[in-house]
């Protein structure tokens, strides 16, 4: 039974949808009326005294010794609280929202965390959650699910892939899964051990993925098409998050902080360093940037992607206290299974990397501040989740479930909402559209953009987890 419920906007705006089941038509109504009354958004900044001074761009010389004091989170712009009904399990209802958003909530059957969500043809691609056997894709423009696995051979489905028609993910015991996108059939799975707790990343037509074996873990690459074995190399510890590849390479980063790079094709081990690592890597031309530890808070470093050697150390946060939810062995499951960390994102010369509850633009090269914004609530724990940027927006979620779309040249609050939901996985961008996951259960798609928003359609990006879907 598709659940339905009538919200009051605080701000001049009164958006209704009528009750339906599942069997009939999706509620249309929407008043003119109200529409020409719904509030428009706020021009940056009109609750300052002043506009935020724009930062110099990357790449001019900007001084590394240059200061930032951040600015809060929601100052320039508060979030706009969404009414998120409470649904039925499996219920989906239309949402709306003051300056124009409009969009839907889906409550996932199993009604458990998830992790990120995964965008392709058409759809979103979801687990039912760490416990569970389940795998859905919702319709991305409705949120109506479309189809369901239900009878999965094992529990626990990691974040997922989509890639060429295919949905690829791990399951928690102890399965490499693929199915088709279209439908949920089945295409081909493979038992890998228990467990198998990190996402999948696809390159090339080949699926890397860690895994134990003989008392190890495992990262081993298999054919894309049919899950046949092509190689596999010692790593030493599960992987945070997932393998990243880029040009022609695979990497990763373990529990262990010991990160590595491995040639994609033959698997060869180009080289492996203890670099303290708390997050899986970016990988931009010749440079790798990574997040390690610095006594109870984190810093970026720059290493050399072809030998790992350390370039440059650059901020740290002051008074941090973040890194005692990084995982560093297997004592909880759940929680390597959803960590995703403070993983730096690098485009445009420009590094973004929300540490604890800082969100910080950087000069990628010299570590030269550009600007910076902090979530007030909760500064020094880890209140704001991994970075997805797409275009002009940097998208980030805090853990009390504000979403926030950020100007990535200024750092202005270009859009911001509150779900009043917690929420821990990265956000997704696809067509205009930014998809959310819940701890509740719950997945939110939010148009607030025109088309062009678009390219980061899975956790880190694309298929290979380092940077947007072409």
Not at 286 to 297: H, I, N
């Amino acid at each position: 039974m598709r659940s339905r419920m009538t919200t009051l906007f605080a701000a001049a705006a009164l958006v209704s949808a009528a009750c339906g089941d599942s069997s009939g038509p999706r509620p249309t109504d929407r008043s003119k009326d109200g529409a020409a009354t719904i509030a428009r958004h706020l021009s940056p900044g009109a609750d300052l005294a002043g506009p935020i001074a724009p930062p110099p761009a990357a790449g001019t010389g900007a001084s590394p010794d240059r200061k930032v004091t951040p600015f809060d989170l929601g100052r320039d712009r508060p979030p706009v609280r969404l009414e998120i009904p409470t649904l039925d399990a499996g219920g989906s209802a239309d949402i709306a929202a003051p300056g124009g958003a409009t969009g839907w909530v889906t409550r996932i059957p199993e009604s458990s965390q998830l992790p990120a969500a995964a965008f392709g043809d058409g759809r979103i691609y979801i687990t039912g959650g760490f416990a569970f056997y389940s795998f859905y894709a919702l319709a991305a423009d409705t949120g109506r699910i479309q189809w369901a696995a239900t009878g999965l051979d094992d529990n626990g489905p990691t974040a997922a892939v989509y890639e060429d028609g295919r949905v690829l993910f791990n399951t928690e015991s102890c399965t490499l899964f693929a199915l088709e996108a279209k439908t949920g059939k089945k295409l081909w799975s493979r038992w890998l051990g228990d467990p198998t707790l990190a996402q999948v990343a696809v390159d090339g037509g080949r699926v890397f993925a860690a895994h134990p074996s003989d008392g190890d873990t495992m990262l081993s690459a298999f054919s894309s098409r049919n899950g046949s074995p092509l190689w596999s190399r010692h790593l030493g510890g599960e992987l945070l998050a997932a393998p990243i590849v880029a040009d022609g390479a695979v990497y990763a980063s373990t529990i262990r902080g010991v990160t590595y790079r491995f040639d994609a094709a033959t698997g060869r081990r180009v080289w492996s360093r203890r670099l303290g690592a708390t997050t899986a890597p970016w990988i931009a031309g010749d440079r790798l940037f990574l997040t390690r530890r610095r006594g109870r808070s984190e810093e970026q470093i720059v290493a050399s992607a072809a030998t790992g050697a350390i370039l440059a150390e650059h901020h740290h946060l002051d008074g941090g206290r973040q890194v005692a939810d990084v995982p560093v062995n297997l004592d909880s499951w759940p929680r390597v299974w959803a960590f995703e960390g403070s993983r730096p994102v690098v485009l445009g010369g420009v590094r973004y990397v929300a540490m604890a509850g800082e969100l910080r633009a950087t000069d990628a090269m010299t570590g030269a501040p550009l600007w910076a914004r902090r979530f007030a609530a909760a500064p020094l724990r880890r209140s704001l989740g991994a970075v997805a940027l797409a275009g002009p927006a940097a998208v980030i979620a805090t853990r009390d479930g504000q979403l926030y779309g950020i100007d990535v040249d200024t750092g202005y609050t270009v859009w911001a909402y509150d779900l009043g939901q917690p929420v821990v996985a990265q956000p997704i961008i696809a067509g205009g559209w930014v998809y959310a996951t819940t701890a509740k259960g719950y997945v939110i798609g939010l148009r607030v953009a025109d088309p062009t928003l678009d390219g980061w359609h899975m956790f880190g990006g694309s298929p290979g987890h380092n940077g947007p879907t072409t």
